[in-house]
């Protein structure tokens, strides 16, 4: 208009030369302090994308992901490149007095940005639904069922038998760390079904690339079938949907192993599990009232001088007066917690661990850890369900500060003082 | 030509705060609201801050993981309920009868109503801090958790926090009432549908999206009270449903995402037209495309709840693709009214960018969770903690920033200091990306949203540092605003009536304009009636 154009022109291009010259300056630094940037750039692009798959159906979502991402950044940049350079372009300069072309509109524009746009999201929701459909389905030929059982906050694994129903052994021990995890066979198409004892939790394995919440009152069903070659390695998994105060430690391990090793360690566990009944939880005992086997009745029976009674505590120990030398130590556990914080045992000599278990199908048990409840195992007891009491046999312990957790339950703590 | 107008001398016999806190002026309701919506958006961000702090290094060290439940629970609270959504409704309140010519509100009354149940559902939310913990099940609240006293919450915060958002809903209810009947009934002579600013029409959109969906979620909160206080059994097994909860709730909070952002995307309409010195571009198809939003919006509610497993996938994920298109439309139409203008780069046309900028990466990132298997990856990480931001940070608070730039000298009569201003929007465009950027790569390496604490052994601890330290950057950019704020009352220039050579009514009287608002009006013949008194085409009578 009454600006001249070229004056305009000239500003701009001299406006882009010095961003661009900025920029190369900026690059030519980094390059000089040793910076790779190739590399930088191809790490910055590999954190915009997701973990490689180890499923199959976890593959298949990346290939879909990569469909998206490759259409999001052309658009990002399309989009966001007019806008700068609109800014650059048309920002007001001295001079720019008149009014600049009073443009109200213009149809074939908005018919080309509608139309453009919409075909672009139609193939997105038929790749995607192609993508659903193929990861999103029931196999016709499961090979392994397994149930996760989420609870406040933890997981247990029971692995099914071909009816899908009937319990062959479970995995109370949702970890690698304390020696569990959910083992699966690689290869093999495995069914795993999700139940919630309380609220809704979400089972998540990064790896996976997918999640499906867990919600009480229905079971939700997917199929998954790790790579075989990815058997041997250990995948971390999270509940990922907000549970409680504990939901960040609501942590599980899925333990890939090869199909014959997955049926070697199955089959020795379910061996194991009914050779050894696991009597309290056979017969829970009453809340309240220890039925220890081997252990006399603590009727009445005071503690036992010369040891002081634990803290936080001031019922009757459970005495082991007829043990060489054994003491017991009382712990609770109710409602994801231990009643006790802090218990004392005597010095340099066997003890026993009294723990009853009060929450109803909780697993908990007594682990003792050098000094805090990050510290070194060194005793575990076994892990069961409640309702139901247990007494662990304690080696002798030097004195000193002591943390007992409950390894199903990371935030359950609590100090043992060794005296 | 000049466009003062005179004050009608009305009788002021209540001064002070006495005036204030009995006015039925619907500007000085808009600064209340504008006020109250900044205190609780301080407190929502105290409590971010105190978030971010947590997360910054594995272990638990500032916050316990039930006061970090707490936390993040609240801050969404304040910042949905007691800041955008009031914030958004008070500039709409102060603006729109200036913008359609109305001496007020239709309901004047009912609009102080509306307002001072805010202020009273903000201190029942906060009384869950004395009184044995809030609220702690997140802002979803999702049943069952939320029925289960001893792990969601400690006291009786749950039942605060339902108590006040049903009177926030309510405030909303009646405050959207009141806006279509001033809308639809009190516009001056010549001021046709199609001659409505657009920031008008988007309030048109907000309000019947208000009072379609504000409804639903009273009935769902009512039903969660009398569960967790009467033994009801509406979502808790066996009996009740939990994704009965799900269905009900988000049928509320997806069109109430559209309420927290159509208005910002009115106040961009408005600011970006003035600082290119053009018109907006494609008006009508800007109006069909917020209908269209507003329609599309009550049928993508489920897209929050893919991984439920109890879902029709491809109806929600079409839906949820399809609300795109008018998205993009309106970028477009942004886009293409600043080109070939003259774009001056003052504050408020810089946060207009930021929001547009920002905005289009949280459209974009937005598809990845309407494509449900990516969903499956992505649903519940950091991922949707970032794209969520994008779009109510990047979008609508980047909107109120420049609302508040554009709008305060009308306001108060002065102008925001512009070195500062440009100061806040450097710090907080840093801040912001610093802060919800490297989120993506979290949730893409898979860190669940609202944890309170992680292994040290996850590779998350770099980008959760950025994270924090970009968070306490847009704390400082705030306290730079304030420091704005405080300057330009004691010492502002003067604004004038017009200080930025607008389009619409409210410039044409005075800053702050007198009760009642207008004396006299220009002629309205197009949607820009000053424009067209500037610029010869139309005169004032």
Redesign the interface.
Known sequence: MASSPRSSTTQTALFAIALAGAIVGVFLILAYLGVNLLDEGGRFVS?????VAVTTQ?A??RD??TI??VL?VA??LV??G??IW??IR????PG?DA????????NI??FL??II??II??F??IV??Q??NA??TASANVQTKIRAVAA?FQWQFDYLADDGNTVEYTQFLPTAEIGGGMYVPAGRTIQLQLVSK???H?F?V??F?????V????T???DFTVNESDAGQTF?G????????????MLFDVVAKTGAEFDTWLADNIKKASAAPAPPSGQPAPSGQPAPSGQPAPSGQPAPSGQPAPSGQPQPSAGGGGGGGGQAVNIEAE??KFNESSVTAPADQPFTIHFENKDQGTPHNVAIREGSPSGNQIFMGDIFPGVATRDYQVPALKAGQYAFVCDVHP?MTGTLTVQ | MATTTLAPTAPTYRTGLYAWLTTTDHKKIGVLYVVNSFLFFFIGGLLALGVRTELAAPGLQFLTDTQYNEFFTMHATFMIFLFIIPMLAGFSNYVVPLQIGAPDMAFPRINALSFWMLPLGGILLLLGFVTGGTAAAGWTSYAPLSEDRPLAATGYGQDLWIMALVLIGTSSILGAINFLVTIFKMRAPGMTLFRMPILVWTVVVTSVLVLMATPVITSVLIMLFIDRNYGGSFFQPPGGDPILYQNIFWFYSHPAVYVMILPAMGFISEILPVFSRKPLFGYKAFVFATAAIGALGFSVWAHHMFTTGAVYLPFFSIMTFLIAVPTGVKMFNWVFTMWRGQLMLKTPLLFALGFLTMFLIGGINGAFSASVPVDFALHDTYWVVAHLHYVLFGGSVFGVMAATYYWFPKMTGRMLNETVGKAQFVLMFIGFNATFFPMHQLGLLGMPRRIADYASNTGWQDLNIVATIGGFTIAASMVLFLWNVFLSLRSGPVAGDDPWEANTLEWATTSPPPAYNFDRLPEIRSERPLFDVRHGRTSVH
Do not use: M
């Open positions: 954190s915009l994308y997701p973990p976890g298949q979502i879909l992901y998206v991402f999001a658009i990002f989009v966001e007019l806008i609109t800014v048309y920002r007001r300069k720019d009014l600049p072309p009073q443009t109200h509109g213009n524009a908005e940005w509608t746009p919409t999201v139609i997105l929701f995607s639904w993508t659903l990861v999103d406040q309380d609220v809704i979400a998540y990064p790896q690339l997918f999640k499906r919440d919600v009480p009152g229905r939700n069903v997917f971390r999270q509940c990922a949907e907000l549970c409680g105060t504990g939901h960040s430690i409602g994801i935030n």
